[in-house]
C-alpha cells in the first residue's frame, strides 16, 4: 500500500491541468489514468480562447508552444447558422485582449491535444504519472481513500481524492451522487469525414441548428489535412421523447439537407462514427464531499449552449489545486472545508452556464432565433454587438430579456 497525499484519477484536461498546477506550488501529486497516452477521446475537438488562457496561466509559452503543433489549426470565431440558413459569425479574437495576428482558438484532435498536456506533465518531477491502471475499486478507510486497480496489484491510499475521470465516473456517480439527468445531459456523435467542401478560410467552426433537429445542432470544425470534425449534439431527454436514432438522423441530414448534401457530396467518411455523453452544467450540484473534489465532465460542467467542456474542465482544475494546497497548508479535508472548491468553481462559472441554459431554451423558438441571425447577417452593427454579447458576460445578460427581442424585431 502507497500512501500519498494527493492521487488523480484521470489525466485529461481537467486531471492534467490540476496536476500541473500543483507542480507549480511544488506540491507532489500521483496522477492515474487507464490508458495509455497517446490516446483518442470522441470529443468536438474545438478549443476556445478560454483554454489558450488556461494553458497561459499553467505556463506562459504553453499557448505559443499549441501554435506550433502541426496536428492543430488556429481557429478565429464561430459561425452560428440559423434554422432559416442565416449566419451570425462571432470572432473568437473579440474576447481577449491579444494581439490581432495571434488566433485566439483552435482545433485539434483530443488524441494530440490531451497528449500535448501530457508531455507537459512528464516533464515535471513533481507528477507520479500511472498510465495503463484502471482504478475499479475506491474505498473510504480511516479517513483516507483507498484506490484499487483490476489487477489488484496498485494500491493506493489517499488524503485527498481528485476524481477526473469523465463522464461516466462511477465514483462521481456512486460516492459523490452525481445523477445523469436527461434533462441536464446531452447525447452526441462523433465523426471525421475529408473533402468537406466550403470550409472557412479562417476556419470557424460551425454550429447548424437545423430546423428538424432542434433544439439539437450539428456541427463542422475544420482540421488539418483537408480533413473535419463533423457531429451531433442534442439533449437526451428530446432523443429518448421523439425516439430518435442519432446516426441515421446524422447521416440522413448530410445526404439531404439543401445547406449540406452539396458540401458533403465527396467527402469520404474516416472510420467509424462514435458516441459519447456529455453531462451539462445547466444546474448546480455538489461536486466536493469528504476527502474529494470532481474535476471537469465528472463535475457536470459542459456549457449547455455551445457544448464547450475543455475550458471548464481546465478551470475546475485550476481551482482544485488552490483548495487542495489550503487542505494541505490546514491539515483540514472535511466536507465543510471543501465548500471553498465548490464557491470558487461556480463564482467563475455559473453566470456564463446560467446563461447558456437561457440561450439553449431560445432553440425551442426557432422563428426568433431566424430573425435575430436574419437581421444580423444584414447590419454590420447589430452583428457586432451580438458578437460582443457573447464574449461579454455582461452584454450577454440582454440576450434573456424580452426588451432585447421587441427592440431589435421591431426597430
Partial sequence: MQEVDICIVGAGPGGATTALHLAQKGIPSVLVDKAVFP???ICGDALSGKVVNELKRISPELPDL???EQSQLPSWGIHFISPGGHQ???PFKLNYNIAAHTPAGHIIKRIDFDNFLINE???RPEITLLEGIDINS??????RHVLTDKSGKVNLSTKLLISANGAHSS????????????????AGLRAYYKGVAGLDKDNFIELHFLKDFLPGYFWIFPLPNGCANVGVGMLSNEVSRRKINLKKEMLRMIETHPALKERFASAELIGDIKGYG??????KRVISGKGYMLVGDAASLIDPFTGEGISNAMISGRWAAEQAAQCLAQNNFSASFMQGYDKAVYNR????????RRMQKLLHYPWLFDQVAAKASKNATLAETISCMFNDLDLRERLRQPSFYLKLLFN
Avoid: M, N
Fill in 39 to 41: 490516446r483518442d477521446k
Fill in 66 to 68: 499549441l501554435r506550433q
Fill in 88 to 90: 451570425l459569425s462571432v
Fill in 121 to 123: 506533465v512528464k516533464k
Fill in 138 to 143: 475506491i474505498q473510504e478507510q480511516e479517513g
Fill in 171 to 186: 465514483f462521481a456517480r456512486h460516492t459523490a451522487g452525481i445523477q445523469q439527468e436527461p434533462a441536464h445531459y446531452c
Fill in 278 to 283: 456529455l453531462p451539462l452544467g445547466s444546474k
Fill in 349 to 356: 462559472l455559473w453566470k456564463e452556464l446560467k446563461l447558456s
